[in-house]
């Protein structure tokens, strides 16, 4: 562990929470443009999240004050270093890098504040960074480790192929990559992400983290990517561009949300939309791995035509034998019908919920996009759901302290 911060520094963070509060988000905009300068620390960024009105400034500039707030009290802060680690994994951040990050935000610090960014106030903040940095490196470099001790585990970027291609619904096609080398594949967590890296046409490259929809296995990982219609992003990429034979670099599987060695309480599995991905790889462990663990696959989608894998999900329900799925359809399509094409019209709710899952002791994996989440997450807790029993991915950025 670093070295306690000093008590001044402590004080003096903690008291200008109320001036990053008013220029949070001018502080990271102003860091993130100068880090930009430099094409190398430019490279290591996903920027689907950048940018004017880019979402990861103003989850930069939250997680930045929730620091400063708790800076007296940092155990409620150990969640979301874990996840900042894992990003930092999968976007191959290393300890050569936190110095740019360091000069950038003391730089955004003292140019918005201006005179009120005394010499104190710098050097606290600078303090208080490194701390943070430190505990930061330490747990990626024992991150790094366990990957690197794992049969098939690598470190950095590591080429796979595209094995084969599979058309899920009119939206979603999945991907098996191998690696190129001939190796052996890291078991992942299931719920667990890879991170890529694309070469677009026009020179740039991007970097994008997608879920992995396969159980556990030595030989291959499988990708389930929704196509976007907008954009020239990674999906648009894999499914426009990318054909069988096509090599992708890819860091080791990472991410903090997955599902324990030895789960003992039932599961219930909601996902929204293509945050299904993550559900199947559990539910595929679920039936590999634990014949007695009580499960719920409950998936919500627009129609039949972007609903994916529900073939799939059923038949290892109907091989396991306490695994129960459960489809919604909030704008079902002509020739859809309940029963048939799917089990409920509408929304998951809460109050269904409550009505047919073990809502009192299980455990509650979420997935899916922000509207999703932002409705159930609340409502489970209004249902008595403790937080300690709600574990939830989403795609874009969260409340991260350094991010990528």
């Known amino acids: 562990m670093p070295k306690p911060l000093s008590p001044e520094t402590v004080q003096i963070v903690k008291a200008s929470a109320p001036a990053l509060a008013a220029h949070g988000t001018e502080i990271t905009k102003s860091m993130y443009a100068r880090l930009f300068r430099d094409d190398h620390i430019f490279a290591l960024f996903n920027h689907a999240n950048q940018g004017e009105g880019g979402s990861q400034v103003n989850a930069l500039a939250a997680a930045i004050l929730a620091y400063?707030?708790?800076?007296?009290?940092?155990?409620?802060?150990?969640?979301?270093?874990?996840?900042i680690a894992h990003k930092h994994i999968g976007y191959h951040i290393l300890p050569e890098h936190y110095p740019f990050v360091a000069k950038a935000l003391l730089a955004a610090v003292e140019d918005v504040l201006g005179s009120a960014a005394t010499p104190e106030l710098l050097n606290a903040?600078?303090?208080?960074?490194?701390?943070?940095?430190?505990?930061?490196?330490?747990?990626?470099?024992?991150?790094?480790?366990?990957?690197?001790?794992?049969s098939g585990g690598w470190n950095g970027w590591r080429d796979f192929v595209?094995?084969?291609?599979?058309?899920?619904?009119?939206?979603?096609?999945?991907?098996?990559?191998?690696?190129k080398d001939g190796g052996r594949v890291a078991r992942h967590r299931p719920g667990q992400y890879l991170t890529f890296r694309f070469q677009l046409d026009n020179g740039l490259e991007m970097k994008r983290n997608y879920s992995i929809s396969s159980g556990p296995n030595d030989s291959f990982y499988r990708i389930s990517v929704k196509r976007e219609a907008h954009g020239q992003g990674g999906s648009r990429y894999l499914h426009d561009q990318a054909t069988v034979g096509t090599v992708l670099s890819a860091t080791p599987p990472a991410g903090d949300f997955f599902l324990p060695e030895a789960p003992e309480a039932p599961v219930v599995l909601l996902s929204g939309g293509v945050g299904l991905t993550p559900m199947v790889s559990i539910l595929e462990t679920i039936a590999e791995e634990h014949p007695n663990l009580e499960a719920h696959?409950?998936?919500?989608?627009?129609?039949?035509?972007?609903?994916?894998?529900d073939r799939h999900v059923r038949e290892l329900a109907d091989a396991h034998g306490k695994i129960t799925i459960s489809s919604f359809y909030s704008a079902p399509a002509n020739g859809d019908a309940v029963g048939l094409s799917h089990d409920f019209d509408g929304f998951i709710?809460?109050?269904w919920l409550r009505k047919h899952t073990p809502i009192a002791n299980a455990e509650f994996y979420l997935c899916g996009p922000k509207?999703?989440?932002?409705?159930?997450?609340?409502a489970l807790a209004?249902?008595?759901?403790?937080?300690?029993?709600?574990?939830?991915?989403?795609?874009?950025p969260s409340d991260e302290l350094i991010a990528a």
């Open 68 to 83: 400063a707030q708790n800076i007296d009290n940092l155990g409620v802060l150990g969640p979301v270093v874990e996840r």
């Open 125 to 150: 903040w600078g303090e208080a960074y490194w701390f943070l940095a430190d505990i930061l490196k330490e747990r990626e470099t024992a991150i790094r480790g366990e990957l690197m001790e794992r």
């Open 162 to 179: 595209i094995a084969s291609k599979v058309r899920e619904s009119d939206v979603v096609t999945s991907f098996i990559l191998k690696p």
């Open 297 to 309: 696959f409950v998936h919500g989608a627009l129609n039949s035509g972007t609903h994916a894998m």
């Open 349 to 351: 709710t809460a109050e």
């Open 371 to 378: 509207p999703f989440l932002r409705a159930l997450v609340p």
């Open 382 to 396: 209004r249902e008595g759901v403790s937080s300690e029993r709600v574990h939830y991915e989403f795609f874009g």
